[in-house]
């Protein structure tokens, strides 16, 4: 009867600990054979004077192929966008991507490098390119906190021109205990003229707060450019580990 007592209660705790994964951790990567989902859905312009916001449904899914290698992948479908040849409000698929992921450093330090490949759905609701990404995350994790750098470069393939793009940047959390904590990432884009036109290069800022509770994880967030050329985005996230 114990033995079975205790089988049950490890058996609870461990179907708990999965559920409520923190999806959110900047140095987050799904364990060998585990499996993640994550919604987003957000509210806003790309760049400024273009007239109403895009609003853009996001599903990413990822699987721990090893404790150390992950893949994901994303699809997003945008609604009042106007990023097509005409610049007329138009629905449909934006970007799809697929990505893998190594952790080439475990322990108090992490290190992890990725590679990624996307291209747009629908050239009426996103421009149509090919993105090339590989970058690499390193930094600590702390029982209460984890703080990232972000070292990344793409490479953006379009039917009019070509544009690079390199990306610097950190992501850090704070666990107030184990329901509440709080995201802060800045990122810094230096970019090619993007669309023939000279835009500053964006600093992004991004607080998130996150609920986490044996359901998953929920997330609010504000983006927005404290360089200014593009527009303040809200969103919000729902992840879970299964």
Do not use: C
């Amino acid at each position: 009867m114990k033995k079975v007592s205790l089988l049950s209660l490890l058996t609870v705790l461990a179907i708990s600990t999965t559920a409520g994964a923190h999806t959110e951790n900047p140095f987050y990567m799904p364990a060998e054979g585990k499996g993640y989902s994550k919604t987003t859905i957000e509210m806003g312009d790309q760049l400024k004077g273009v007239e109403d916001s895009t609003l853009t449904v996001r599903e990413t899914l990822g699987y721990g192929i090893t404790d150390r290698l992950s893949v994901d992948g994303s699809i997003e479908y945008l609604m009042d966008s106007y990023i097509g040849d005409s610049w007329d409000k138009e629905d449909g698929l934006g970007q799809f991507n697929l990505g893998l992921k190594y952790r080439y450093l475990t322990g108090s330090m992490l290190g992890d490098a990725y590679i990624n490949y996307g291209t747009s759905m629908d050239e009426d609701v996103f421009y149509k390119n090919n993105t090339y990404t590989i970058g690499t995350k390193f930094g600590v994790r702390h029982s209460d906190y984890e703080v990232a750098g972000v070292v990344e470069y793409r490479f953006v393939d379009t039917d009019w021109d070509d544009f690079n793009q390199f990306a610097v940047g950190v992501d850090s959390m704070y666990k107030f205990n184990k329901t509440w904590s709080a995201n802060l990432s800045l990122n810094y884009e230096m970019l090619d003229d993007l669309y023939g036109e000279d835009y500053d290069d964006p600093l992004f800022l991004k607080p998130q707060v996150n609920l986490t509770t044996s359901a998953g994880t929920v997330s609010a967030y504000y983006k927005t450019d404290v360089m200014g050329d593009h527009e303040d985005s809200f969103g919000v996230k729902y992840g879970v580990q299964f």
